[in-house]
């Protein structure tokens, strides 16, 4: 068995030990330094990575057969040259290979000289000349210090005073050391990842990823070190593929072997789909963080094979990769890319389902703590996109940690409209609430208590009051399923309802409707006492919610109001149009878009030219009940829409009140159906008992 030693200690070294450890050669992994999570599944040794002759006596000593280096640091101060000349095997480009990522304008040469598509370019040492050159082009202009700066080397200049104040820090201030700048075009279009393992001539490519520079949601916010990435471009033909694949990162493996700089680890196309094609922003010359953490999840091949052969210069297969797709998210201590505080205590993360890879976390006795800006990053597979989405939302509201936070439009690109995710965002409601419950129960020495009747068979009833009842049960609270016949009388009913009324362990009581013909749901409604009302419907419920004061606020309009939130739009002025004015969704939305300080305009499905009304909506909540009614021409652009129909199509599947394919093309926000408005509303469900709970209790 073999021993292979990782050098790094972030996210990307957990994805390669990851990787490592499932294959069937390796033995033993060790990784310098390593990091809390990299503990569970190798030996971290304290060395620094740039540590060349530390690393070089530790890898001697323990007869190590394979090194692989991570960090671009450790490659640029000629690691992989000392094992060489030690006669070690590693896996990594040489220092002069590294060039190709460490110098931008060896970079921008090589590219000229063997015809590598890319911007246009020339390079200055002269702050003047450099300032004459950039004032007399169109703005924005690309400023690129020459030399490692970890990405922070690059500015994008808006105008002439950005660009003066970022060429006088690169070439007048001590700031970056003496160095020169290249200066390119401006390109527009989107960008993503191509990464290879490289060796001479030989290129295997791995899958396409992007990444998520920007801090915050809509790719607002300072550049980070990358707040998530995925697999599975849409925007990306195989065409454009093969053609990267030929013509940039074949082509520049070649040119360094012309060079006599031949490549033998991770080549890194950081690559723009322009309007007039693919074009190269930058090369590195090493995996790339975070895509290694969604890419190598998905390779089947043994990975130390691969290295071993690009280490060796010996021949191997064409790596296979699953047919999925993966989606990363990080998270990050709150503060950064700026100042944070670490030693946050991280709770949670033994209950996820998914690959979590740690970049800056420590162990302190059982306890783990931030260490770091990045901290963690979440991985899930998914069949498409939306379900990786989906999964990884779910997973990380298991991980609870008060001092992180993240995106959640990772994949937007993917997704068009961005969606708001009530799968998700309930999931990460539900763990607060299980959290809230646990210490309830200690308090009061009782649980919250929700009783559930249901009348008759119909299925989608059932289906519902059974994941009231299971999601009850998940975040701690006793539940009661009660179940009558379909020919129940109006009198049982209202007798069981009167039974529970009175029973002092019930917090709650929920009817599902709608109700047999022979019952009348407004008298059951009426029956149910106003402060075990967890659904709202109650009138003296409905009447306080439109007098303004405290009470149970129905669980459907609730769950609208936070995904409305949830988008970051600020309602106030802005128009909203519900349609549909039903009792419990319809006219509770408006009086709760009212408050928020929005002009509410009601509508209906017979409203006379409904799409002249729609289309003035900023906010659009469609609540009628009828497959697809709302069509894309009938969304104006940029709206958030909430669809909170669920209607079953004659094929069997599930649409919405809004054709969703459409409509998020001209959304900024949207809700799927399922996985919108309906998941949200069992979680309203949930903190309408406990809160009927504490009034009970007099809290
Ligand atoms: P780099 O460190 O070279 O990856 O540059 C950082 C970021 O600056 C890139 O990810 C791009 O978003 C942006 N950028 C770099 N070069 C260009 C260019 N020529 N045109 C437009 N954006 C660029
Ligand atoms: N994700 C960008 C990089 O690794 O440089």
């Not at 939302?393 to 439009?409: G, M, Q, V």
């Amino acid at each position: 068995m073999k021993k292979v030693l990782v050098i790094g200690g972030g996210g990307r070294e957990h994805a390669i030990v990851d990787a490592l450890s499932r294959s069937p050669q390796v033995g033993r992994i060790y990784c310098a330094p390593g990091n809390a999570g990299i503990a569970a599944q190798a030996e971290c040794v304290p060395v620094k990575d740039t540590d060349v002759q530390g690393l070089l006596a530790f890898a001697q000593e323990q007869g190590i057969d394979l090194t692989v280096v991570g960090p671009e640091a450790a490659l640029s101060v000629g690691i992989v040259d000392a094992f060489r000349a030690a006669g070690l095997k590693i896996f990594g480009h040489t220092q002069a290979a590294t060039r190709i990522e460490s110098s931008k304008e060896f970079a921008k040469v090589l590219m000229d000289k063997y015809g590598i598509p890319t911007a246009g370019y020339r390079s200055f040492e002269d702050f003047q000349e450099a300032l004459a050159y950039v004032n007399a082009r169109p703005f924005p202009a690309v400023l690129k210090y020459d030399g490692l700066a970890a990405g922070k080397g690059v500015v994008i200049a808006a105008d002439a005073a950005q660009a003066e104040a970022a060429l006088r820090s690169m070439l007048l201030d001590e700031a970056f050391g003496k160095g020169r700048v290249v200066v390119e075009d401006f390109l527009t279009g989107p960008e993503f990842s191509f990464m290879a393992f490289v060796d001479g001539e030989k290129v295997y490519p791995m899958p396409l990823s992007q990444d998520h520079k920007r801090a915050f949601d809509g790719d607002k916010g300072p550049n980070t070190g990358g707040m998530g990435a995925y697999t599975g471009l849409p925007f990306l033909t195989e065409e454009d593929r093969v053609f990267a694949q030929e013509h940039i990162l074949e082509a520049a493996a070649r040119a360094m072997v012309a060079e006599g700089r031949p490549l033998s680890g991770v080549l890194y196309g950081g690559l723009m789909k322009t309007p007039s094609g693919i074009k190269v922003i930058e090369f590195n010359a090493r995996f790339g963080d975070p895509e290694t953490e969604v890419v190598l999840p998905l390779l089947e091949s043994d990975i130390y094979d691969i290295f071993e052969a690009v280490a060796t210069g010996r021949e191997t297969a064409e790596p296979v990769w699953r047919q999925a797709v993966t989606l990363g998210v990080v998270l990050a201590s709150k503060g950064y890319p700026g100042g944070y505080d670490k030693g946050a205590e991280i709770l949670g993360v033994e209950h996820v389902d998914a690959k979590v890879y740690h970049m800056g976390t420590k162990r302190d006795g059982e306890r783990l703590l931030t260490a770091g800006g990045r901290v963690m990053m979440v991985v899930a597979e998914g069949k498409d996109i939306r379900d990786a989405h989906g999964k990884v939302y779910a997973e990380l509201a298991k991980i609870r940690c008060e001092n992180l936070f993240f995106r959640r439009d990772i994949a937007h690109w993917a997704l068009d409209g961005r969606i708001l995710d009530g799968k998700a965002l309930s999931a990460s409601i539900k763990e607060e609430l299980k959290d809230r419950v646990g210490k309830l129960a200690v308090k009061y020495g009782r649980k919250p208590s929700l009783a559930v009747i249901i009348v008759g068979n119909n299925p989608a009833s059932q289906v519902y009051v059974r994941n009231k009842v299971k999601t009850a049960i998940y975040v701690g609270m006793n539940s009661r399923l009660i179940t009558m016949a379909e020919d129940a009388t109006e009198e049982a009913l209202l007798k069981m309802i009167d039974e529970l009324n009175r029973d002092p362990e019930v917090d709650g009581i929920l009817v599902q409707l709608p109700l047999p013909k022979q019952i009348d749901e407004a008298r059951v409604i009426d029956a149910i006492a106003q402060e075990k009302d967890v659904d709202g419907f109650h009138p003296l419920n409905v009447a306080d919610l439109w007098l303004g004061r405290p009470c149970t606020v129905p669980c459907t309009p609730k769950g609208i109001v936070r995904l409305i939130d949830e988008s970051g739009l600020d309602l106030g002025g802005k128009t909203a149009v519900i349609v549909g004015r039903s009792n419990i969704v319809g006219k509770p939305v408006a009086k709760l878009l009212l408050d928020r300080n929005a002009t509410v305009i009601m509508a209906h499905s017979r409203t006379k030219d409904l799409k002249s009304v729609t289309l003035q909506a900023d906010v659009l909540v469609v609540a009628v009940g009828r497959p697809n009614m709302i069509t894309g021409d009938m969304v104006k652009p940029g709206a958030v829409v909430i669809d909170v129909g669920i209607n079953r199509l004659p094929d069997g599947r599930l649409c919405g009140d809004v054709d969703y394919v459409d409509a998020r093309l001209r959304a900024s926000w949207i809700t799927p159906v399922p996985g919108g408005v309906g998941p949200m509303t069992i979680a309203m469900l949930m903190e309408n008992t406990v809160e009927c709970f504490l009034a009970r209790v007099g809290e």
